[in-house]
């Protein structure tokens, strides 16, 4: 027999397996098409090992990888990353791309889409799917987080289609620039200051020569970088003079930077990023605007590592009652141990309410979105 250790994912609970179970001292322990029935006999079979005949195994996967070539189901997360790379290859070829504000919106409309089909997989997104460039990685984010605040305040349909267009082309003129900043260890140059000011009014222009004339979409591009205080660029302009969808891009923006890390910063924990935003919102920021991004998103956005009371580590997955008793999914036991299977926990109750927030690298586990959220998650 050629065995291979197999990983807990490919165990579906109330479904047959798909190879003969060894031991790692070659004992047989299950037969293919054996159903796991619970979660206490897969906890079992990881501490005995958990082998399977190559020969099945491969076979399985092949079947399993052309089903499902034949029958893809719908992925958030897929959705999400093809949005990232048409948005790369159209702003980077924008000059010559024909149709771009045509391309623009329906881009803006798979995102929407994503976020309707399931909005904890796309706002997971921002914390969890990081495995690719950051500048328009930024853009898709923000995207997501302008949607959701802007169907909380019951904008129309297709404003809210031109803002997440908006979201997307915020910084289109600097994109290419922004992965050669975002490698930086040193200070940036007076040159990439200026530019980093000046790329509101560039990217406007851009959008023009493109043949992009749609003056609110423009507006608010030109003006996601005011502040209420008037200490924003490039107008200077304050409070009510500010377009209204130009403050929801900015807001989105400023949390989405504050929560990925940099080559030069570490990412702040997202509930500090909000937290922030309760400070710096009695000048800088509307502060009904940030009340209504904490309110959707919760004071532990989902996608946030915690530890419970208990002792678990986890991930928060989805909102809970109020905004600061999320639901979690555990992925390391009291001891330290990772556990088979990512268990729910509602953290209302006290032995599993949130003792502190974790950055990514105090979780010793690796998992992936689909773990927690099954197919709607899958690459």
């Not at 990983?7 to 179970?21: F, M, R, T, Y």
């Not at 690719?132 to 302008?146: F, I, P």
């Not at 305040?153 to 297709?158: F, G, R």
């Not at 309410?353 to 197919?375: A, C, K, N, Y």
Request: charged fraction near 25%; proline fraction near 3%; hydrophobic fraction near 40%.
């Amino acid at each position: 027999m050629s065995a291979r250790r197999i990983s807990i994912s490919d165990i579906v609970i109330g479904q047959p397996l798909q190879w003969d179970v060894y031991g790692g001292d070659g004992t047989l322990l299950l037969r293919k098409g054996f159903i796991v029935s619970n979660t206490h006999q897969v906890s079992e079979l990881i501490e005995r090992g958990l082998f399977a005949d190559l020969n099945q195994a491969d076979s399985a996967t092949r079947d399993k990888r052309q089903a499902e070539k034949q029958v893809e189901q719908p992925s958030v997360v897929r959705m999400i990353n093809n949005v990232r790379t048409e948005l790369r290859r159209i702003s980077y070829n924008i000059s010559s791309e024909p149709n771009a504000r045509e391309q623009f919106l329906a881009l803006a409309r798979h995102v929407g889409s994503a976020v309707s089909m399931d909005q904890e997989v796309a706002l997971g997104c921002i914390l969890l799917n990081q495995d690719d460039t950051y500048a328009s990685r930024h853009c898709v984010d923000t995207a997501v987080v302008a949607i959701l605040v802007a169907r909380a305040l019951k904008k129309d349909p297709e404003e809210i289609v031109q803002l997440t267009a908006a979201a997307l082309t915020m910084n289109i003129s600097m994109l290419r620039q922004q992965e050669k900043l975002q490698a930086k260890s040193d200070n940036l140059t007076a040159e990439e200051q200026e530019m980093i000011q000046q790329h509101p009014e560039t990217s406007v222009k851009q959008l023009r020569s493109a043949g992009i004339n749609d003056e609110d979409w423009l507006s608010w591009i030109m003006h996601h970088h005011e502040n209420e205080d008037g200490s924003g660029y490039p107008a200077k302009k304050s409070g009510a003079d500010i377009p209204f969808n130009a403050k929801i891009i900015s807001l989105a923006d400023r949390y989405c930077a504050r929560v990925c890390a940099r080559s030069y910063r570490k990412s702040l924990l997202p509930n500090a990023a909000l937290r922030d935003f309760l400070v710096e919102g009695k000048g800088k920021i509307d502060t009904m605007l940030v009340a209504t991004l904490i309110h959707e998103l919760g004071a532990y956005p989902i996608g946030t590592f915690v530890r419970l009371e208990n002792g678990e580590i986890g991930v928060v997955t989805g909102k809970g009652i109020t905004t600061t008793t999320p639901y979690v999914h555990a992925l390391i036991g009291p001891r330290g141990a990772p556990l088979a299977v990512a268990g729910r926990r509602d953290t209302q109750r006290s032995l599993q309410s949130i003792r502190e927030v974790l950055h990514r690298e105090q979780v010793p586990v690796r998992f992936t979105m689909r773990h927690i959220w099954g197919d709607i998650a899958s690459l």
